[in-house]
């Protein structure tokens, strides 16, 4: 299970004011340290709540080694530490995101200037979400989602988050790195392990009352541990909950309406433009899934056929598009399709889609159209599913995790 947080502690990403408080400048009078609730943020450090996150003297110790994945706000970097080993000699490797601070994604809340205000003050207000994420970030704890390391601003130029480096990639790249000769998609085991480990993100997330709204095979990362975790709680990630009742969530941001994220995991009522919460996760979850055990089949990719589908081969749908798909979309007709196929896949979906406890029910589970038909994170961690393959818990998806990259020899083809 996700290492919890001590009892009593709750997360709170609120900012006031623009998450401004105050400033120190140089002897220019360039803001050089950005303070706001408990989070100080400069050019050699991170501390939030009066504790030091970095562990490094400044950006200058990382040697970048080039890019490995870009964003509509930031693009991140594969780094390792200058002459820097670990204690058994093995050098230490990074992953660098860079949000430029003139980049019009990080600007989408706008604080007027007042009389006698610097223009790096204004953009500092601007910046405003990305507070929001590194102080959200300073405060999870769960073995599952990317850990935040440190961070560095870079006055009125760009703040860079220093992560965890994940050395095979994504899902999606994994699947794109296979063999063409071989099997392109995980096996069953591996399926249920990265099942196991989402959903121990999820349930974390999700009782912290935090959705993180763009769940896709880029977004959830693997390394030759074993270890599967979902990343980029990014601007678009943020929504804030207050508890109504023991089984209901509502909304107190405003966000729940708010169409962000990848169109092709969005839920039924997101393309809608519906009220949403947390089953609009467990849909993007299932697809992802989904996509783990056919080697990238997604249901709503216009004209992909059964089998790995490439990117350079995935037709963009306009969400009007997509909301009139799936209103005839039926996850029963979709494991029909599915039995139908002409593929070595090494799942029966006809079994799948008959018995209980297995892969197919979790997916069943997490693909209904009618959000409240979805099964909570919670509830899907208890699927008897994972016992039949000894998960119960971190560490025994890690091995199987394991046992699969090295059956496929994929510790060769990482990162």
Known sequence: MPVKKPPGLSIDINI????????????????????????????????????????FQSLEDFIELGIIGRGISSVVKKAKLNNTEDGYGKMQFYALKVLSLGNPANQNIHFPAIDGQKDEEVEMKQSSMLIQELKMLCQLNCECLIPLVGAFYEPGVSVTMVLEYMDCGSISDF???????????????????????????????????????????ANVLLDTSGSVKLSDLGLSGLARYARRDQDQLENTSGLNHTICGTSLYLSPERLRDKAYGSPSDIWAFGLVILECATGGWNPLIHGSKFGNCPKKHRRSRSIIDLAVILEDFDVENMFFELQQADTDTVIDWKL??????????????SLQKMPDKRIPAKLLLKSPCFEEYYIDSIDAAHLVMQEFLTSVEATRKCI
């Open 16 to 55: 006031t004011n623009g998450g401004y408080n105050s400033i120190e400048e140089d002897d220019q009078g360039l803001i050089t340290t950005y303070r706001a609730e408990g989070l100080s943020i400069g050019r050699n450090y991170l501390r939030f709540q009066g504790n030091y996150i970095s562990h």
């Open 175 to 217: 699947l794109d790195s296979l063999p063409r000769n071989g099997s392109k998609r995980f096996s069953e085991e591996a399926v249920i392990s990265i099942a196991y480990q989402i959903l121990n993100a999820l349930e974390y997330l999700h009782g912290e009352h935090i959705l993180h709204r763009d769940i896709k095979p």
């Open 352 to 365: 799948e889609s008959e018995r209980e406890n297995g892969i197919g029910e979790i997916i069943r589970f």
